[in-house]
């Protein structure tokens, strides 16, 4: 059973670019969360989806940024017009059960976001 | 509201040696914690897991932790580290939204 997949594992783009970052679930999990490493810093929660739906979307910046996770194909987080502030590693979590305190996570190996 | 605080950002042991990696939080509801390794470039992988009942609790590799509901507080131990324990780890609280602590850099020296 493969793990969490995100691709690329690098991304390098200039200022004003967009950035996409894609995740796919451990087969068989419905929920997918996308978390923000800033250097040196810890994880930092930014959304909550579940299929075609977003639970939970408190941690995401207000301009710039969306996520979706569409019926068929990976989760997508994406960054419209990047800053340097946005050079960070980006984490995508799954979890097999919906609204339970006993999901446990499984982390994917992350996107390291560069803005030149 | 929740958070969690690491109160060491490095910890160097000598191999062999025992480790404990400090964790505080603060919860308004109720408490699940968590401890993540992340080797360099690579992603979390969980180490343990509180969630309720015995309030020690063991997980992968040698580590165990304990919760202490007076001194909220769930401290990460392991009696005998080796080289390949050099990583960060990572304290975290919550359910689905999990907030985590600023992370710990354990350095294991020959």
């Known amino acids: 059973n493969a793990g969490v997949m995100q691709n690329p594992r690098h991304l390098v783009r200039r200022r004003g670019q967009e950035a996409r970052l894609r995740c796919s679930p451990m087969k068989g999990h419905s929920h997918v969360y996308w978390y923000r490493q800033l250097p040196e810093e810890g994880l930092k929660f930014m959304v909550y989806?579940?299929?075609?739906?977003?639970?939970?979307e408190s941690g995401m910046p207000k301009e710039r940024f969306s996520a979706e996770f569409p019926k068929e194909g990976p989760s997508i987080l994406r960054i419209q017009q990047v800053v340097r502030g946005d050079s960070a590693a980006y984490f995508c979590?799954?979890?097999?059960?919906?609204?339970?305190?006993?999901?446990?996570?499984?982390f994917g190996p992350g996107t390291r976001l560069t803005v030149l | 509201a929740q958070s969690v605080t690491q109160l060491d950002s490095q910890v160097p042991v000598f191999e062999e040696a025992p480790v404990e990696l400090r964790c505080n939080y603060s919860?308004?509801?109720?408490?699940?914690l968590f401890w993540y390794v992340q080797y360099p470039n690579q992603g979390l992988q969980l180490l343990l897991k509180y969630l309720s009942g015995s309030t020690l609790v063991k997980g992968i590799n040698g580590f165990e932790a304990e919760f202490n509901k007076s001194q909220t507080s769930f401290h990460l131990r392991k009696p005998s580290v080796h080289i390949s324990d050099t990583a960060e780890y990572f304290c975290?609280?919550?359910?689905?939204?999990?907030?985590f602590g600023q992370g710990t850099r354990l350095t294991i020296n020959p």
């Open positions: 975290a609280v919550g359910a689905q939204k999990l907030v």
């Open positions: 989806l579940q299929k075609e739906n977003i639970i939970d």
């Open positions: 979590a799954s979890s097999p059960i919906p609204g339970l305190a006993l999901n446990e996570q499984f």
């Open positions: 919860s308004s509801v109720s408490v699940y």
